[in-house]
């Protein structure tokens, strides 16, 4: 057996032990595999996960321990800052906690203001001592899902040995920075966007999503009853927006989309200016790009787009998603033909729509022409439902010129988004939001699903740029 000694500074000795475990571990576990016994091949990944965990923290105490500083005072920045006491702390890593001893400092002059310590404040700390690494992979977690499937999937990585209270706080902490800063950070971010060389055009949608909101309930007039809630709240369903800025190639194939969302009560307002930012942004990287506004007929929608979409943008065409179209017509058909005729009769219309830009106009004689405007079907009339969408919105039906062009004519990245940014994560079974914590999912969401997560984490847990010195 070889011998290799290796010297370990004085305070790194706690890792000398977790260091042997691990050496024994494999020896022993090799040791049987050459016998041909039996082994517990879990045991030992539980033996090895324990120990190199183990390492793990010992090197983050003593990597942090190096940058606590123990004076009578410090400077912050040019500020004073007065010791205040020495006691344990903990900070949160990946792997588990590690308390330490360090000193704690308060702002000369403000007996009762917040106290610091230098370890928080040179690694940058998310809340009470959360490292940035372990806070951004918490965070993450809790975009995906619950705070208590967070818990349950970070106890089979064996990482982020953490209860879901920690996963709730903690995630809403790193999504409450990036909504303080978003508007900073998405115009950082799409500036360091590289258009794709394939890339043609630029689409821009707008849709919206009901979404179950818990609202306090007026309380009822008199005496309370015995029992009842201090605050009644009740569950209603209230409208989100979702958009996306999606890159095509010369086909009208999505390249890349830019997902967004805002919550109930959140400003749609700003999250369209905020589209039409990153379009301008993505012009001045590649003039070339021709732009288009998609979107079902809602004249909301189409009323907010237009008020960013106006002016810098060059020629801007406005389509009607096709899609949306072809449902509408299909109910028509339903009530104008036979059946066995149903399919091929909106066939006929969808090859019209795609190879003539009057085609709407000849459908919408055909639809007054069947005398079927005022049937019901329900409480729906589907005549007189694609007459009234054909003739409001018959400017933007240009299927035709668009996909000689290669410009997409469906808007179906935002009806993607309001499903994967919005039903997937929001809409579970009893589940309820308010607006602020709700904003703090929704931003964090549309950065993973836009794949701009690691960098938009960035610069929402910066590395400290502090400059602490000891006082004289």
């Known amino acids: 057996m070889a011998t ?20 024994e571990l494999v020896a022993q576990q090799a040791k ?26 010992g090197a983050h105490a003593a990597a942090l321990a190096a940058l606590d500083i123990d004076a009578e005072a410090i400077t912050v920045d040019d500020e004073l800052f007065r010791k205040a006491g020495r006691n344990p702390g903990t900070y949160y890593t990946k792997a588990g906690p590690v308390t330490l001893e360090r000193s704690i400092y308060r702002k000369a002059g403000d007996r009762q203001g917040r106290t610091v310590d230098t370890i928080s404040l040179r690694v940058g700390a998310a809340g009470d001592g959360w490292l940035p690494d372990a806070a951004t992979a918490m965070a993450y977690l809790l975009q995906q899902g619950t705070s208590r499937e967070a818990e349950l999937t970070a106890r089979q990585l064996d990482r982020l040995p953490y209860s879901r209270s920690s996963f709730d706080d903690v995630g809403h902490e790193v999504g ?11 115009e950082t971010l799409i500036k360091r966007f590289d258009v794709p060389r394939a890339a043609k055009s630029v689409s821009v949608s707008l849709d919206r999503v009901a979404l179950p909101m818990e609202e306090l309930r007026p309380r009822p ?10 605050k009644p709240v009740v569950c209603v369903y209230r ?14 194939e999505a390249l890349h989309t830019i997902r967004y969302g805002t919550m109930p009560g959140g400003d749609a307002d700003s999250l369209c200016l905020g589209m039409a930012g990153d379009v301008l942004a993505l012009l001045d990287k590649a003039p070339r790009l021709a732009v288009s506004l998609l979107c079902d007929g809602a004249p909301e929608m189409w009323t907010r787009l237009d008020a960013e979409f106006s002016d810098g943008f060059g020629v801007v065409t406005r389509r009607i998603d096709f899609y949306h179209l072809v449902e509408k017509l299909a109910a028509a058909a339903a009530v104008m033909v036979e059946p066995a ?18 085609a709407a106009s000849h459908i919408l004689a055909e639809l007054h022409a069947s005398g079927c405007e005022s049937f019901r079907v329900g409480d729906q009339r589907p005549v007189h439902d694609a007459i009234t969408y054909l003739t409001n919105n018959a400017d933007r039906m240009q299927y035709a010129s668009a996909i000689e062009a290669g410009l997409p004519i469906g808007s179906g990245a935002v009806e993607a988004t309001c499903k994967s940014l919005v039903n997937q994560r ?38 400290p740029q502090v400059r602490i010195l000891r006082a004289a």
Not at 434 to 447: D, F, P, Q, Y
Request: glycine share 8%.
């Open 239 to 252: 409208m989100a927006f979702c958009g996306t800025v999606t890159l095509h190639d010369a086909k009208g």
């Open 176 to 186: 409450r920075r990036l909504v303080a800063r978003h508007q900073e950070i998405e």
């Open 4 to 23: 290799i000694i290796i010297e370990i500074p004085e305070d790194l000795k706690a890792l000398e032990e977790p260091v042997r475990a691990v050496i």
């Open 426 to 463: 929001m809409k579970r079974s009893g589940s309820r939001w308010k607006t602020t914590t709700g904003e703090h999912v929704i931003h964090l969401r549309a950065m993973a699903l836009s794949d701009r997560w690691d960098d938009a984490l960035r610069l929402t847990l910066p590395s």
């Open 341 to 358: 005729d149903r399919a091929s009769v909106v066939r006929r219309w969808v090859t019209r729509l795609k190879s003539s830009n009057q």
């Open 32 to 57: 049987r595999g050459r016998q041909g016994v039996r082994v517990s091949y879990d045991r030992f990944c539980e033996g090895v996960s324990n120990a190199v965990g183990a390492i793990e923290r």
């Open 221 to 230: 007039p008199g005496r309370p009853l015995k029992g009842a809630p201090k």
